[in-house]
């Protein structure tokens, strides 16, 4: 074909293009909007395994996710140590249900605790090697500076230089510094402190033994070298029953396949999404179907001229793809500066990656071309006979 | 009009009429879904609140959640209760604990313990069950908790786990009793033990210690006088580890951390939002592109003679028509949407009455706007163009 008609077909008329470009486009955010709170909402929940400098991840038997806390007996950790193919095992602690931050003797929320050995590289936060001297001290934290403001310190404000008055469990907590990590659905706050701190705020861990007796997560390094399914294979072997070897990606896939299918939020965001995609569906039907009406006595005469229902086929599924691209483009710039807004405006981590606006632009021309067969029958109905 | 012309219009070209007819339907649906699932926020804010029996309710100071109430001194209830207008004030404790079921099913639980003689409950039906908790190790628990809690036939409690025992914080419990209240975005299950028996399961709660204070007031006392009076008592006394609400300010301010400091209300309130704007531009989109299609007729009309203002109503009651074409499929539609999303999540979607009228109402404006927009097209129409 070296005329692009449906080219131009679709830019013939300018005004009907800018309608069509805005319903499909509002159609590309609407998809985008709900696949972006959908994944703010994950991506808010895996950021502490994300940070792990781990290749596998030891886990109770029991645990789901990371609001099950289930916990396991530390001496699986010494014994995840002596496995072939292992360099390194650290046990790493989490607390949440019945943590307590009170700051000037009124403001009192639940806040996260995260602690392991400060000698131990587990987590990848560039601030603790910063403060790891001032946290070795008795009733120290750093503070999440993306913490929501309920604690009592103003956004912007530098606690350290403020140091309110702050209590912990009812024991003295004097903050060092800040770190970046996020909140999510479970906790509005997060605290990092030594594992000897940690022990010293919750004695009643692991009631009748030492608080750290009793681990959240064992962070596994392997050896330079090994196979890491191999020794994920190994370890499992070796461990008892009571505790999984997970790898990394393992772990942050089952911490997602948690939040989808045990609780509403993967259910109710991508029916929000289909819905996006169905109103797409219906708009670039009446565009495209509205363009072949107009043009029934152009494609009379070119039948007439004896062109074939497959040229009119190929014609009509190439304007449906014009269709999505020209709309994406711009459906991808709104959405760009809604994610923006939301972003700043709420704290919500709102991710926009080229893998995520492929998906939304596969969406867009599925849409497109759904539409496209819809509306086919018009044209492959045209005949020259009605023309005159 | 003798002719219904807005009718014929649309009668005549059925297929391009479907069409737009589920434009708007689905704008409408669009809409009707994202106010549910706002709508799941809310309720998850009240439904605990709406099944307690209180008048004022004493909480600890700026535990954000519900679940997130931490104990305070019980002494604040006997303050309370000696106050003028208060006929009496029972404690509950709350906490989130470690359901296990037999078959070994893991997954936090929110729990009360509660004083099975006092009026705790305005929920009848768990309200008379409390007598069923006649041993520390008895519990109620809610029919509509998540299956992963583990129910004898793996969707839902009920009779065949009366009886059943499971563990909480690793220690023995029994079913003795089930009641239906609901899941929410706080707490996907709940039990409800006897006092005696929360402390069991938790032997560390701070003794004379309680989660939520319940006020019930004489008759005739004014909640907000008496709220009004229990602050001041506390205020006098430096009580600052207390807030005071009425049943309808706690509401008010859970609603508030759910919808706007939550994430999840934050979202659902801007899918509002985007639905909204989306809806409206869909709604446009149908509404200009008819008008397009109808130009050379109304060219022609204005060529007879036929005023703006009688082609103005005829677009208008186009408008209309589809609106209404529109809505009524879709309220079906999202209907149907909030009993799959019910079934799907356990989280129940009221279609209320008000909702629904606020839907017609902006599809109505939604479209009569756009046919407005659309209408200026038609003022440019000139018959000259026609031909």
């Known amino acids: 074909m070296r005329t692009p008609l449906a080219w131009h077909n679709l830019t013939h008329n300018r005004r009907r293009l800018a309608v069509a470009l805005a319903g499909v486009g509002f159609a590309v955010v609407l998809m985008f909007t709900e696949l972006g709170f959908r994944n703010a909402l994950f991506d808010t929940t895996i950021q502490i395994p994300e940070k792990l400098n781990a290749d596998l991840i030891l886990a109770s038997k029991a645990h789901k996710g990371l609001v099950s806390f289930e916990r396991f007996d530390r001496q699986r950790i010494y014994q995840a140590r002596g496995c072939p193919g292992v360099k390194a095992v650290y046990p790493f602690y989490l607390h949440f249900y019945g943590v307590f931050w009170k ?3 009124e403001v009192i929320h639940p806040i996260r605790l995260l602690a392991f050995s400060l000698s131990d590289p587990v987590i990848a936060i560039p601030e603790i090697a910063v403060f790891a001297r001032a946290l070795e001290e008795p009733g120290t934290a750093l503070l999440d500076r993306r913490s929501k403001p309920l604690y009592g310190i103003p956004r912007g404000a530098d606690p350290v230089a403020a140091q309110p008055a702050i209590e912990l469990n009812h024991r003295a907590l004097r903050l060092v510094g800040e770190f970046e990590l996020g909140t999510d659905f479970l906790a509005d706050g997060n605290l990092i402190l030594s594992d000897r701190n ?25 050896a330079d070298g090994a196979d890491v399914e191999e020794v994920r294979d190994a370890l499992a072997r070796l461990l008892p029953d009571d505790v999984r070897v997970y790898t990394k990606q393992a772990f942050i896939d089952r911490e997602i396949a948690f939040w989808n299918n045990s609780t509403p939020i993967g259910y109710v965001f991508f029916l929000g999404m289909m819905i996006g995609f169905l109103v797409g569906v219906v708009v670039c039907y009446q565009i495209i179907s509205a363009d072949i009406s107009d043009h029934v006595p152009e494609f009379a005469t070119l039948k007439a001229m004896g062109y074939r229902n497959r040229y009119f086929m190929g014609f009509v599924l190439q304007e449906a793809f014009l269709l999505s691209i020209l709309s994406f483009l ?26 995520r606006a492929a998906f939304i632009f596969v969406l867009t021309a599925a849409m497109c071309l759904c539409s496209g067969v819809l509306a086919m029958r018009k044209v492959l109905a045209a005949d020259p006979a009605d023309l005159f | 009009m003798k002719t219904p012309l807005a009718w014929y219009n649309l009668a005549h070209h059925k ?25 799941t926020a809310e309720r998850t804010a009240s439904l605990v609140y709406e099944a307690l029996e209180f008048d004022i309710l004493i909480r600890s100071r700026n535990s954000g959640r519900l679940s997130q109430s931490r104990p305070f001194p019980r002494v604040r209830l006997d303050q309370a209760a000696s106050a003028p207008g208060v006929a009496g004030a029972s404690g509950v404790l709350l906490n989130y604990l470690r359901w296990q079921s037999t078959r070994g099913a893991t997954r936090p639980i929110l729990a009360l313990g509660v004083f099975p003689d006092a009026p705790v409950f305005s929920n009848a039906e768990l309200q008379t069950k409390l007598r069923l908790l006649t041993a520390p190790e008895f519990l109620l628990i809610d029919r509509a908790s998540r299956a992963e809690f583990d129910p004898a036939n793996g969707a839902e409690f009920g009779d065949q786990d009366l009886g059943t025992e499971a563990e909480l914080d690793r220690r023995r419990v ?17 039990v409800v033990l006897s006092q005696e028996g929360f402390r069991r399961v938790q032997p560390a709660w701070p003794s004379k210690h309680v989660s939520l204070g319940l006020v019930r007031l004489e008759p005739g006392a004014d909640p907000a006088a008496v709220s009004e009076e229990l602050r001041r008592r506390f205020a006098e006394q430096q009580a600052v580890d207390v807030d005071v609400f009425t049943r309808d300010q706690v509401i008010e301010h859970e609603r508030w951390v759910w919808l706007w400091q939550q994430s999840i209300g934050l979202i659902f309130t801007m899918g509002v939002a985007v639905a909204l704007v989306v809806g409206s ?12 299609n109808h130009l050379p007729e109304y060219a022609t009309l204005k060529a007879m003679g036929y005023s703006d203002g009688f082609l103005s109503r005829v677009v208008l009651a186009q408008a209309v028509i589809l609106a209404l074409l529109g809505f009524a499929p879709g309220l079906a539609l999202s209907q149907a949407l909030y009993a799959l999303t019910a079934w799907k999540t356990r989280l129940p979607l009221d279609m209320t009455a008000g909702r629904v009228a606020g839907v017609l109402g902006l599809s109505l404006v939604m479209c009569v706007v756009s046919g407005l927009l659309a209408l200026r097209k038609l003022r440019g129409a000139d018959p000259a163009d026609l031909y």
């Open chain 1, 330 to 355: 711009p459906g991808l710039l709104v959405s760009l500066g809604i994610y923006t807004l939301l972003a700043k405006g709420t704290g919500l981590l709102m991710v926009l990656n080229a893998p």
């Open chain 1, 198 to 222: 940690f022990a010293r705020f919750l004695p009643g861990r692991a009631p009748g033994k030492d608080p750290l007796s009793v681990v959240d997560l064992g962070v596994v390094q392997v």
């Open chain 2, 281 to 292: 531009v869909i709604v446009y989109q149908v509404l200009s592109s008819d008008v397009t």
């Open chain 1, 103 to 105: 700051a000037r003797g």
């Open chain 2, 15 to 39: 297929v391009r009429t479907v069409a737009a007819v589920a434009g708007v339907m689905f704008a409408v649906v669009l809409i009707f879904l994202q106010l549910g699932f706002r709508g």
């Open chain 2, 174 to 190: 029994r079913i003795v009793g089930h009641f239906q209240l609901g899941t929410t975005f706080d707490a996907d299950g709940m």
